[in-house]
């Protein structure tokens, strides 16, 4: 799998249309997902850290492989920002293969032969669990802003509420990238004792001002465009599509490198070899982006895209513990592995490498690997055997210490 | 030499610091392990905590781990090695002593070792104050430069040494401080490192069983191994 298409590199209507998008007529899969879900009633309410208690919610979650008779070989896979649960199951919407079959399946690091693997769509996301698409059962239409603000400690409570209830006590391995990889590190400080051994990948120990201010910069798009209608167009029936586009196309400029982005693209004209003198995408990495942004409306919601990456921006884990990353991690007995890329701008190694020394110091068993890849960011999602020849010493060492 | 250089090797030697490798276990080698590696095995006590510094595949941590039953932690600089280290289960970060063991807290290991790579580090003094600070004991192996193969290439052929524990030129060896037993030493007591124990080893990585002064090992060990401890030398 590549982030890249091909399509992208053929001439597109996009170039005429602009970023007009066909949309769909709502979200289904926000509140019918094709996949199970777990729903919890008003007896069981999800705490969350803005100080409320959500209720009824749902999880829309997968699974993969068998749980064995000790129920010893649980995996939690944690998605990033605009993933979901499908992690090895065609996209309902898409059509794609899941989004981490490179190193999950059949003989694969995170072996479903062996493990049972389980990856559920995040609390304020739209792909199933209850987000701000969810209709609030107060008002009897959809949350939109209504909805509380999310944190990546509410979405590790809600992980472990789904645990709870499919009767997994303690997790064999928690593995993530990106905001899948803040979700690892919260587990590990919250449910130590439920996390054997646990996977950071690409990711921080906190989202850097720089992060937050790309963010920002998504979110300011999305509220610029009028069709976004103060968090309603689900009832005004429009959707902020532009505003969404333009969000993806900045935030997805920063999952890449310049050097990949030169070996894509250079400098190469869309469909000809001299500039229109206009403002068509004339460049391949304008179609690109174009692209990007149109794909991307088509099967996330604008409003599951502010709360999410406010969720990014708001954890900090060393805040949580009196400012001392350490403390996250005292006494804990979980083994950790850590791996960064070599042309990660958006999550660098010296954030990586924070998160390590803070597990240093708390005594944790810690690995760490830094890859060398010209991919950025979304190199985690990506074939590379380095990523994966790590993560295999370290899960199968994981597996024999844990005696599966 | 300077009076108190003399007296410093002098009085080290009075401590008889080589008694240690006469209670190592010279018959281990045909377990396939490295021989140097026994001789730090000598060393360090079962169950302690060890820090490996530049622990390359992992051989070593390894053999702690399954001889002496030691919770050990690793640092090293290429992926490769790391990779290595991680398909034996074994926590290691990918790292670089000169810039990584300041995050380390005090006393957060009961032994460090750091085999052959204090030639290699840009701040030896800095790196050996760290390792002191970070383990209550260190275990430190390093080429002597005051080997008598080393000294006859420089003084007959006039040229940088190519030896069996020094294999590459000049232009791409990655040892980039050099240093004799006898320096090594001086190092240790301006630091305030206490040697516990010392041994020097051939060029094989065998230790040298009979007791001789300062300057003998000086000049046909081919490497020194140090048992160090903070604190003030005795004397």
Redesign the interface.
Known sequence: MDTIPDTALKPEPVAETGMRARLPADLPQALDPRSPVARFGTDEPLPMDAGVLLAPFQIAYQTAGTLNAARSNAVLICHALTGDQHFAHTHPVTGKPGWWETLVGPGKPIDTDRYFVICSNVIGSCMGSTGPASIDPATDRPYGLDFPLVTIRDMVRAQAMLLDRLGIRDLFLCVGGSMGGMQVLQWAALYPERVFAALPIATGPRHSAQNIAFHEVGRQAIMADPAWADGRYLEAGTRPAKGLGVARMGAHITYLSEPALHRKFGRRFQGGSAPTFSFNADFQIESYLRHQGLSFVERFDANAYLYLTRAMDYFDLAEDHGGVLAKAFQGTKT????ISFTSDWLFPTSES?AI??AL??A?A????????SDKGHDAFLLDEP?MF??A???I???A??RGL | MSGRDEAILGNAADSAPWDAAERLPHGTEAGGARVDHIVVLGLVPPGA?VLDIGCGDGSLLALLRDRRGV?G?GIELS?EG??A???????????DADT?LA???DD?FDVVVLSQTIQATRNPRIVLEHLLRIGRQVIISFPNFGHWRVRSELAFRGRMPVTEILPEAWYETQNIHHCTIRDFVGLCREIGARIEKATALDARGRPMRFSMPWWFWNLIGAQGVFLLRRGAPRD
């Open positions: 083994r950790f592995c850590v490498r390590v020394h240093n110091a005594s068993p810690v690995a760490f690997v830094e890859v060398e380095t020849s790590a295999r010493g370290f199968d060492a994981a024999r210490a | 905590r919770d932690r992926r790391v990779n280290c991680l398909a034996r289960g074994l926590p290691v970060i990918q790292g990584d995050n380390y807290p957060a």
